[in-house]
């Protein structure tokens, strides 16, 4: 059963590795003479105040938030579509549901996009 | 799936949906969410109409939910069930709920929390609550109390502004969260040791397996989860600082259905065991649960000076005389839970209630010694008050001694004569606290300095509730007899 | 060694590994980063237990959404002043280390020394079904149908929750 994931983490292992290559190919390839000028951060050719890492807006959270909700309903549909077919229709062994499989899917999907709606229309995808 | 499961599934789907009306008051809820928020949606003046509308349809839920106790069924596959007690509970929630939005029209426009989400947020948590109270399936439970905790980390928090609101919201929120996960945890090691997460069986089921000891951690992880739902010690540190930082109408939800709905999940669960040995393993747990909550919240009681303070550590002592109830373990004791979950809660809205009338709307006024000299300049406001406070003191005629009775009962009956007699001091404790406001509202010297703006729907809250303590004190036989059907 | 002992070993050393990064790393943000790549290995290790599910849940929900959320939260509350917490609270740490030690020893003792796992008894073909995506399916649309409505208004309570929580002008 393993043996069916070996091309999935032949590509996991390529993207890695490409990815690590591209990131750092100029590092170690690439030139390196360093003077001071070179290695103090950048800000517009003044001399740099405080720190660079600022904190983030409020904003960053409720976008992460709202993420996180809804890619779990994504959770929700993933089996429902691996299995969907075979519990409409019934296969060889099995007899067929039919509708209530589909409708407790749109209902789950109605409420939930309800509160997509929600969200759109008191602005929380807006950035203000 | 085998087509005798698939079969099995089709034919019980079949018989669900044509009970509906059997499980409607949830459907009903779940819908008037759904209204609820596409008015909050669409509707420019939604904070007028959502309270009506919440206040409508949640004694529309209540009505029909005792109208139906007798309807009992379970449907769905064995994971939802109706009628009897899971009626009965549906009614306290739905009924509380609906004085909650009374007792909060109001307040939430003083207290610059005056958004149409709150009336969402408290359908919602109803919902969650009926959710636990129908629950067949431990999963059922858990989903339920998601539902109804995230409300309320939600609803603590409701005052953006303020800083002790925040606060409140976090601890909730992190304890709380906290708590959620050793009940999984629990639900998870009882259905490797069970084998079946259905609630009829899971125990019985566990005490049966020849190695159970996963089990029996996962009960004890359920109990400990529980515990701080309810708040009992030594769980229950949370309790005085999120009450106390939550706006009061959310806290008077939290305070009444909140712990009623774990209550709730504790009955069901520990309803199937009942009287068999299997419980021998719960009960000393229990016990001295109840026994540490009944002192330490009547003792420290004394010393607040914070009104909602005060009535949290006296929502700690009163968990701890409902634990007696569970660890009694008898039908007496889970009568008597019922009935003083029921006495508890419209006391506390009563409570809390007024609380939040005195609140100015800077979140003054909310310290013991500013009910001073209430009696004669509101006369009436001090008199329902002392009311509550009598009830709370488990002083007969009203609800809240005959709820104490039946539960000192029932755990004389099963050998805990200790425990009652604990409870005995502990509730002479308390007297001490709950009439020292009487006392100040009446015989307090100076004027009083309080100038609340008393609104008729507050005072229509507040007075049901006070009707609902005497007349559930005065006639407890009936409440008892409609439990005990169950 | 079979191809499943050697994945094993390299998911295991890797999430080890980017554990204790996680756990000795002065930022935060490089804790967290760290965290995600444990993630990915416990995916790995959740497929070798045949598991399909989990293992795509941690990905996409885990690594994906919720460290997300770390970081956004991390950059948002920039803890400085926690780099010296144990500096600070020396008390905390012997506490930390204790506390750290008993789970160890509690599962150590409850995988070897204890016959808590024997206990519980599955069949390896049944253990091989029920981490499937399908398997879970089938079970989540029809026995656990009204739990899964249920968790619909879960996750709408959540929206609004977050929302009414966070957004700046709410009317």
Not at chain 2, 165 to 182: H, I, Q, R, V
Not at chain 2, 464 to 472: D, G, K
Not at chain 3, 148 to 171: N, R, Y
Request: glycine share 8%; aromatic share 16%.
């Amino acid at each position: 059963m393993l043996e069916n994931y070996i091309p999935i983490f032949i590509v996991f292992t390529f993207a890695m590795v490409f990815a690590l290559l591209t990131v750092f190919s100029s590092e170690i390839i690439g030139p390196k003479r360093p003077s001071k000028e070179k290695l103090s951060p950048y800000e517009s050719g003044m001399k740099p105040i405080g720190t660079a890492e600022e904190r983030v807006s409020i904003k960053y959270y409720l976008v992460a938030m709202l993420f996180i909700i809804f890619d779990l309903e994504v959770i929700f549909i993933y089996p429902w579509a691996v299995k969907f077919k075979e519990l409409y229709h019934g296969s060889a062994v099995t007899p067929a549901i039919g509708l209530p499989v589909f409708v407790s899917m749109l209902i789950f999907l109605v409420v939930f996009e309800l509160g997509f709606l929600y969200a759109y229309k008191k602005g929380a995808f807006r950035w203000d | 799936m085998d087509s005798t499961a698939i079969n099995n599934f089709n034919s019980d789907l079949a018989v669900s949906l044509s009970a509906f009306w059997s499980y409607f008051p949830i459907v009903f809820l779940a819908g008037v969410i759904l209204i609820s928020i596409a008015i909050e949606m669409y509707s420019k003046s939604s904070k007028k109409i959502l309270p009506w509308f919440t206040v409508t349809a949640l004694l529309a839920c209540a009505y029909y939910s005792l109208l139906t106790v007798t309807d009992t069924g379970v449907y769905f596959s064995g994971m939802f069930a109706t009628g009897g007690l899971t009626n009965i509970f549906n009614f306290i929630f739905t009924f509380g709920g609906a004085i909650v939005v009374l007792l909060s029209v109001d307040y939430i426009k003083k207290s610059g929390i005056y958004y149409g989400e709150f009336y969402i947020l408290l359908q919602s948590a109803v919902l969650g609550m009926m959710m636990i109270a129908g629950a067949k399936d431990m999963i059922m439970i858990f989903i339920g109390l998601e539902q109804m905790s995230i409300t309320f980390y939600v609803m603590a928090g409701l005052n953006r502004k303020r800083a002790s609101s925040n606060e409140a919201a976090l601890k909730y929120f992190l304890l709380g969260a906290f708590a959620t996960g050793f009940i999984v945890y629990g639900i998870g090691l009882m259905y490797g040791t069970a084998g079946t997460l259905n609630i009829d069986f899971v125990f019985s089921n566990i005490f049966a397996a020849e190695k159970n000891l996963p089990g029996i951690i996962g009960i004890l992880l359920f109990l400990v989860g529980f515990s701080f739902k309810i708040g009992a010690v030594p769980f229950h540190m949370w309790v005085p600082d999120v009450y106390q930082g939550a706006p009061t109408s959310s806290t008077a939800l939290m305070a009444t259905g909140g712990k009623v709905a774990a209550f709730t999940a504790l009955i069901l669960a520990f309803r199937p065991v009942l009287g068999t040995e299997t419980l021998a393993v719960i009960t000393p747990v229990l016990a001295v649960f109840a026994l540490l909550s009944m002192f330490y919240g009547s003792i420290v009681a004394i010393a607040q000076t914070d009104i909602k303070r005060m009535l949290a550590y006296s929502s700690i002592a009163n968990a701890g005389y409902m634990l007696i109830g569970l660890a009694a373990g008898n039908d007496y004791g889970i009568e008597g839970v019922v009935y003083y979950l029921a006495a508890y809660s419209f006391m506390n809205l009563g409570a809390f209630g007024i609380v939040a009338l005195i609140e100015s709307a800077d979140e003054k006024n909310l310290l013991i010694s500013d009910y001073n000299g209430l009696g004669t300049k509101y006369p009436v406001l001090a008199a329902l008050l002392s009311l509550f406070m009598f009830a709370l003191s488990g002083i007969p005629p009203f609800a809240g001694f005959f709820g104490k009775y039946y539960i000192f009962i029932a755990a004389i009956e099963s050998n805990l004569t200790w425990l009652a007699i604990a409870g005995v001091i502990a509730s002479v404790i308390s007297v001490y606290f709950y009439l020292r406001i009487v006392v100040l509202m009446y015989f307090g010297k100076g004027e009083s300095q309080v100038t609340p703006e008393i609104t008729n729907a507050s005072l229509i809250g507040i007075v049901i509730s006070a009707l609902l303590v005497i007349v559930m004190g005065v006639f407890p036989g009936s409440v008892i007899n409609l439990i005990s059907n169950f | 060694m079979e191809l499943a002992e050697i994945l094993f070993l390299a998911f295991a050393s890797i999430a080890v590994v980017t554990a204790i990064f996680t756990v000795i790393s002065r930022s935060p943000v490089i804790s967290a980063l760290f965290l995600v790549i444990n993630f990915g290995a416990l995916s790995g290790l959740y497929l070798l237990l045949s598991a399909q599910f989990l293992s795509v849940v941690q990905v996409i929900v885990y690594a994906g959404a919720i460290m997300v959320l770390f970081l956004f939260v991390l950059m948002l509350l920039r803890p400085e002043k926690e780099d010296k917490y144990f500096v600070v609270n020396r008390k905390m740490k012997i506490f930390a280390v204790i506390v750290g030690l008993f789970l160890f020893g509690q599962l150590a003792f409850a995988i070897f020394a204890s016959d808590i796992g024997q206990t519980v008894s599955i069949e390896s073909s049944r253990s091989e079904q029920i981490g499937k995506i399908a398997y879970i399916g089938e079970n989540l649309y029809t026995t656990y149908l009204f739990p899964f409505e249920a968790i619909a208004f879960v996750l709408l309570v959540a929206t609004i929750g977050a929302i009414v929580i966070s957004k700046k002008k709410l009317d």
